[in-house]
């Protein structure tokens, strides 16, 4: 069965590091996402991607978070200047989207990211 | 902004007994998603349901609209139902609002 695979599982990096998360969605699906959750709290959404652009973000995702599809199978999240706080575990999902914002989004297994 | 509410916070059963997870919402909604973490952290998604009620092996999910209220039933539970259970919402757009997440432990 198709899934969403992301690497790294675990990062570690220190303040102010670039750092890049990869994802390669479901091959034939359009619309990617991005959550993270911090440890013991609730699941985040950060940003929607369709269409090679962005089509929804929340108040999390400011400057110094960005996304890219470089080529036909990834997608990533970049953090500019990692701050202490975005340490979490982030998720990447996809769906098909074939027309409807309502459909199942399937998610990878995550990537833990720890900031020292 | 959408707040979504999730009882019990916890829950430990016993093998074979039939469980409820439920889910309330203050806003009207597009979509609720049921959701299973497992203890590694890996999220899979068990229902989308926007009205009635899904039934997949032993779980069952209803949705009252009018009432901003979900149920995810688990029959015959079993310890590896043992995850956390996780609400999710849309509105109308591609967003996913979650919920705390209910923690579930079944006893053998």
């Known amino acids: 069965e198709p899934e969403v695979t992301q690497t790294p599982s675990h990062q570690v990096t220190q303040m102010g590091q670039e750092v890049i998360l990869r994802c390669v969605p479901i091959?034939?699906?359009?619309?990617f996402y991005w959550y993270r959750q911090i440890l013991g709290q609730k699941v985040e959404f950060l940003v929607s991607f369709y269409n090679n652009e962005i089509s929804e973000k929340s108040e999390i995702f400011d400057d110094q978070f960005s996304v890219e599809r470089p080529d036909g199978s990834n997608f990533t999240l970049k953090i500019r200047s990692t701050k202490l706080e975005d340490s979490a575990m982030y998720f990447c999902?996809?769906?098909?989207?074939?027309?409807?914002?309502?459909?199942?989004?399937?998610f990878g297994p995550g990537t833990r990211l720890l900031v020292l | 902004k959408n707040e979504v509410e999730q009882s019990p916070q916890n829950l430990t059963a016993q093998e074979g007994e039939f469980i409820t997870i439920n889910c309330s919402y203050s806003?009207?909604?597009?979509?609720l998603h049921w959701l299973q973490q497992h203890p590694g952290g890996g999220i899979v998604s068990l229902f989308m349901l926007s009205s009635g009620k899904k039934k997949h092996g032993r779980l069952i999910a209803t949705i009252n609209i009018q009432e901003k209220h979900s149920s995810l039933h688990i029959t015959a539970s079993h310890p590896r139902d043992s995850a956390v259970y996780i609400c999710?919402?849309?509105?109308?757009?591609?967003?996913?609002?979650f919920g705390k997440g209910m923690k579930l432990t079944v006893n053998p």
């Open positions: 999710a919402v849309q509105g109308g757009s591609e967003k996913l609002v």
């Open positions: 806003v009207g909604i597009s979509a």
């Open positions: 091959s034939n699906h359009l619309y």
């Open positions: 999902a996809s769906s098909d989207g074939r027309g409807v914002a309502e459909e199942t989004q399937y």
